[in-house]
């Protein structure tokens, strides 16, 4: 009975008969949210106190129970990782968690499995992984050359197998190239040594939590302006990320950022971290990522699900009530930053 998001008001019963039944292996049989709502599940039963204070922050895992994963909707990468992230129905959050004790004691991956998923949840197997690498990777250069490259070989195989799974559900081997980049997007390989970002999935969650959207549909929502409004401190990566993935090599830097502006002229301006906003016109690799979301499928406007405008402040609030002012890559983004997002998301 684990649900899209897992809810934390599902799991403590099963943490119940776990306890219970002295249950001394879980096998989890699905997607992300079931594997994530197990490693909850294999925490929960060996913590002492209220099992929310590992998520809020109050409590630390120190054990839990094995686990393995029969993987049938490829999009978190959890299959090959030790983080999950958890859905609270009574106070709507959502918040991750993670361990190295929840690290899958075996994956299996079968690309047949996925054959007959709903077309959305493919769509979510595409933007998903994506969104998982850009936060590790469109960040700032840190003399991470392998790590790069390793980054863009999955996004160009996004790219290239993404529609072909699309057009033909049971083509075995873009299901297989798909499913291999979204455990390969979140496993820990291309963070090794480099900054990471996480500004759109900590925004992402909040819209999840208020308006109940898949993961990945924020993700393909909010990534385009985050990218835009964190541009400055993104610039050496986003030229790199315009060149290497989306061929865009001519002229010089200023005129390849500024190749797009009859298509984003008017848009908010970009937040710096020094001083005043900057007005900008578009950067030709965020629109190329846009239209990607919206080529498989995936809408990337809050207009698109009817949020309100009066959300934005919400999830401001929220960052700011839990003290989150210095996120993302270099600490620069807080609640009015986020505001900033959001608004051009509309």
Sequence with gaps: GIEPNPLYETLLPAVEIVRRERVDFLLAVGGGSVLDGTKFIAAAARYDGEPWDMLAGKGKVSAALPLGCVLTLPATGSEMNTFAVI?????????????????????????????TLPIRQVRNGIVDPFAHVLEQYLTYPAD?????????????????????????PRDYAARANLMWCATLALNGLIATGVPQDWTTHMIGHELTALHGLDHAQTLAI???????????DKRAKLLQYGERVWGLREGDAGARIDAAIERTRGLPLAFTGQGEPEQIFGDPSQERTRAFFESVGMPTRL?????????????????????????GERGKVGPRQVEEILTACL
């Design 222 to 232: 909010v990534f385009p302006a985050t990218m835009r409004i964190c541009r400055a």
């Design 87 to 115: 859905s609270r129905q009574s106070t709507g959050e959502k918040l991750p968690f993670g361990s190295p004790h929840l690290y899958p004691k075996f994956s299996v991956l079968d690309p047949e499995t996925t054959f």
């Design 144 to 168: 991470a050359p392998l790590q790069d490259r390793l980054a863009e070989a999955i996004l160009l195989t996004l790219i290239e197998e993404g529609p072909k799974a699309l057009a033909n």
């Design 303 to 327: 207009s698109a699900y009817a949020i309100p405008q009066k959300s934005i402040p919400q999830v401001a609030a929220r960052f700011a009530a839990r003290g989150w002012t210095g996120i």
